[in-house]
């Protein structure tokens, strides 16, 4: 059963706590994203990796951070400098050289 | 800035109708154009993509309509169904920039039985 699981689906934090939103992907794709969904917004990037050990920051980077220790795995840790967490955030994979990204279940993080 | 412009902000179509959908483009460099379905609590899901040597592609029920130098590309939904009932975002991405994907800001499409 192959794919994109982001766990986990839902998320409560208070102000101030930093947290870490989960994302393994099992279909050997090389690059993974990280990405935020507000009501009546598109997606935004935050981080992207295209190849393990190396990562790269996207446009509302600032307050996040990320790894990428082995292929398989994309954590997000929302730190608590980012101003409003509050949001649906969405994990996405591709592979080479193919264009499409996939993308996972999505987890909702709740800020209070 | 935003770099993809996607309008209606929100769409209601009778059963059997034709939903469209259109977006617009700033940047020339783009040369992939999806779109993507999403239900809500779920992730967006690939529902079609077209390149920009084409000016229409079809599957099925949906269909692309690309116009490159008017820099905007629209989703034709033939027939729709409540089952359509989503929010469906166009995107594009530019190789070039390591596939740097721009987001429409989404059109949420309602099909009234």
């Known amino acids: 059963d192959g794919g994109i699981t982001q766990s986990p689906k839902y998320l409560f934090r208070k102000e101030g706590q930093n947290v870490t939103l989960s994302c393994e992907q099992n279909?050997?794709?090389?690059?993974m994203y990280w990405y935020r969904q507000d009501p009546g917004q598109g997606l935004r990037l935050i981080y992207y990796?295209?190849?393990?050990?190396?990562?790269q920051k996207g446009d509302i980077a600032e307050g996040y951070s990320v790894s990428r220790e082995k292929k398989e795995s994309f954590p997000l840790t929302v730190t608590s400098a980012q101003k409003n967490p509050t949001a649906f955030y969405l994990c996405?994979?591709?592979?080479?050289?193919?264009?499409?990204?996939?993308f996972g279940p999505g987890t909702r993080l709740t800020v209070t | 800035q935003q770099q993809v412009k996607q309008s209606p902000q929100s769409l209601i179509v009778q059963k059997g109708g034709i939903s469209i959908i259109n977006c617009a483009y700033e940047?020339?460099?783009?040369?992939?154009f999806p779109w993507y379905q999403q239900f809500p609590g779920k992730g967006p899901a690939l529902l079609i993509a077209?390149?920009?040597?084409?000016s229409e592609k079809k599957e099925g029920r949906f269909t692309i309509s690309f116009n490159k130098s008017a820099k905007q590309f629209s989703l034709h939904i033939m027939d729709s169904q409540p089952g359509d009932s989503a929010t469906y975002f166009c995107?594009?991405?530019?190789?070039?920039?390591?596939?740097?994907?721009?987001f429409g800001a989404g059109t949420r499409l309602t099909v009234k039985p």
């Open positions: 077209i390149r920009p040597d084409v």
């Open positions: 995107a594009a991405s530019n190789m070039g920039n390591n596939n740097d994907m721009r």
């Open positions: 996405a994979s591709r592979s080479f050289p193919d264009r499409e990204q996939y």
């Open positions: 990796s295209q190849i393990v050990n190396d990562f």
């Open positions: 940047n020339t460099a783009f040369d992939y």
């Open positions: 279909l050997n794709h090389d690059a």
